[in-house]
């Protein structure tokens, strides 16, 4: 069903009939480099504002570093908190990561729009800046089409295979929690649920991993009804949310949401994905609920105990 979706998309994109909002993005990515339109010169002042709240470094052009971190727009300008707790994990871990100038954005335009090519062109500049950078492993933000397009579809488009692996944030985190890497400190005492997104659970099968992490740090975690692959899309998946005209049906589907919330009657909503956020932060406003909705990567630095500055490995 996904690829016939994809296959009637690629039909309408290249007959100009695409939605406007999607459009504006996918040009934006190819002309700025960003769907949002953000550029370095915005990148390098939220590292500099991260830097001086968490006392890391945030580095950059890293040749040789393990893990090379990549962003969607919505991090870098939403949730800027996120690249701090990317610092503080890998600080703790004793691993060495880098951001890249030339490919800072994983937000894939080409796959909401059904636009292969763009896809590809997309994706090139990140597996250059990896390539270039000499990275063993690329970490795919909390972002579904970034995941999807570089962890499922990237090599297909490339037309052949990468040299570094590709992981999401929260396959990472589990391989360092796995690994006895991950240390935490203390416990949430609010009655928390997890909200799997659509691309990272049901398409990449990663189901087991934020439980782990959930279970870490959390006394009063409860599963939704329908949790796990079978969880149900916050109402902006697939391009959804990037169409103005799309707000009446993201709120109509945002109800079998809140029906899910409303079974388990959390205090706080965890998930791994920007999109996700705003969405369902927008669903909860309509709806006039007040549950806050917070990042699982964010959440697990937050039990980190503050940080004493280690030597990366290979430095």
């Given at each position: ?16 009939n695409?939605?406007e909002g ?6 934006r ?5 960003s769907?949002?339109?953000?550029k ?11 830097e ?13 570093a ?35 100038s030339?490919a ?13 090519d763009?896809?590809?062109v997309?994706?090139s500049?990140?597996v250059?800046?990896a390539?270039k950078?000499?990275v ?11 995941y999807?397009?570089?962890r ?23 391989e ?10 203390g ?25 782990g ?6 006394k ?18 697939g ?19 809140k029906?899910?919330?409303?079974a ?39 039990h ?12």
């Open positions: 069903i996904v690829y016939m979706v994809r296959k009637f998309r690629e039909g309408m994109s290249a007959s100009g695409a939605p999607i459009k504006g993005a996918a040009n990515t190819i002309t700025i480099g769907p949002m339109g953000v370095l010169p915005a990148v390098k002042a939220q590292m500099r504002h991260v001086a709240d968490y006392g890391l470094p945030i580095p950059m052009d890293v040749e040789g393990e893990y090379l971190v990549m962003l969607s727009s919505m991090e870098i300008m939403n949730f800027p908190e996120y690249l701090g707790a990317i610092a503080k994990i890998m600080n703790q871990a004793g691993k060495s990561w880098t951001l890249c030339t800072f954005e994983a937000t894939n335009a080409g796959m909401q729009i059904g636009n292969s763009l896809a590809r997309i994706v500049r990140i250059e800046a390539e950078l000499k063993k492993t690329v970490i795919s933000p909390e972002c579904g089409h970034a999807t397009a570089l499922w579809e990237g090599a297909n488009l490339m037309g052949r295979s990468f040299g570094f692996k590709v992981r999401h944030i929260i396959e990472v985190l589990g360092f929690q796995e690994q006895g890497l991950l240390k935490t400190e416990f949430e005492t609010d009655r928390l649920t997890f909200h799997d997104p659509c691309q990272l659970a049901r398409r990449g099968g990663v189901i087991k991993q934020q439980r992490l959930m279970n870490m740090v959390a009063n975690f409860v599963e939704m009804p329908d949790a796990g692959f079978m969880n149900w899309c916050c109402g902006g998946g391009g959804a949310s990037a169409i103005e005209e799309g707000e009446e049906l993201r709120m109509e589907a945002f109800k079998k949401k029906s899910q919330f409303d388990v009657k959390p205090d706080r909503v965890v998930t791994a994905c920007a999109n996700c956020r705003i969405v369902m932060e927008e669903g909860l406003e309509h709806y006039k609920m007040n549950l806050p909705v917070v990042g699982l990567t964010e959440m697990i630095a937050d980190i105990p503050n940080p004493v500055v280690a030597k990366p490995e290979g430095s």
